[in-house]
């Protein structure tokens, strides 16, 4: 029996030794690059029947500032099972986990960050999306098919969007909340801003549902984004505010005052039609 733990504690110490030597030899040579690294990242980023990525040159380096290893590549792209690109970034930055390195031996990540690229997805979005960033943190390594991002970040076409969000990949549905929302010019020019909206969104479509704020008036806002049956409608978005003559002829610039006086109860739908 003495023999046998004798044989534990070298192991563990022989596996912490081995550890700390790539660690310093990292640090010292300030990166690592391998063939089987590019593999191993492909794997991890695609799903099969849905997706698959392929990513140029990515090495393992220490960073000084931040205190943690990245994996850092170049040229990422996002291929459909059918091979059509839909999406491209010219950088990724993958921050590991350094415990789950020590005690499972495992590259597990906890952020990660993307920069300018595009998404292009017809059946979901109607014109290709332009992205200057986008940051994940969380638990980024799928436990029982779920990703949980404690914080998500994006700048989308001049609009920004920050929130959490849980990941079901095997019926990709996704379950979240948007802590904060800047968008320009949504709807006659007016900007809408939020900081407290619900989303959830399933391969058939997305809904999100919360108070707003839009062109300085506080509303209710219910919308649907409809992935599939476009004849009925692209998009549908529900609004109840309280407004007044002076909110509509700031907002729409012209008066109504001679006709329309006092608060009044707006409850109204639009829609975003397939031909316009």
């Known amino acids: 029996m003495k023999k046998i733990f004798t044989s534990i504690i070298s192991l563990f110490f022989l596996f912490i030794l081995s550890l700390l030597i790539y660690l310093a030899w990292i640090l010292n040579k300030g990166k690592f690059e391998s063939q089987y690294l590019e593999e191993f990242l492909n794997n991890r980023l695609k799903k099969e029947g849905f997706f698959y990525s392929k990513i140029k040159n990515p090495i393992i380096k220490f ?70 960033k986008i940051f994940l943190e969380g638990n980024l390594y ?21 929130g959490n969000v849980i990941i079901n990949l095997e019926d990709l549905e996704t379950i979240g909340n948007l802590t904060q929302l800047k968008r ?10 939020s900081e407290g909206l619900k989303f959830n969104s399933d391969p058939s479509g997305f809904d999100i549902e919360g108070e707003a704020v839009l062109g300085g008036i506080d509303i209710f806002l ?10 009925t409608f692209i998009s ?12 509509i002829e700031n907002l729409f610039k012209i008066k109504i005052r001679d006709f329309i006086s006092g608060p009044i109860d707006l409850d109204a739908t639009y829609f975003i039609l397939k031909d316009n």
């Open 63 to 132: 960073d000084k500032n931040t205190k943690k290893l990245i994996i850092q590549g170049n040229d990422l792209k996002i291929f459909t099972d059918a091979d059509k690109n839909i999406a491209e970034f010219k950088t990724l930055k993958v921050y590991l986990n350094l415990m789950d390195l020590f005690t499972k031996r495992r590259l597990n990540a906890n952020k990660l960050e993307l920069g300018n690229g595009f998404i292009e997805y017809p059946t979901v979005f109607r014109n290709p999306l332009k992205i200057d």
């Open 142 to 162: 799928p436990e029982n098919n779920q990703i949980t991002l404690s914080k998500f970040s994006t700048t989308i076409n001049e609009d920004y969007y920050e």
């Open 184 to 193: 320009k010019n949504i709807f006659y020019n007016m900007n809408l801003e």
């Open 222 to 231: 219910k919308g649907n984004k409809n992935y599939k049956n476009y004849e």
């Open 236 to 247: 549908k978005y529900n609004l109840k505010a309280t407004i007044d003559e002076k909110n």
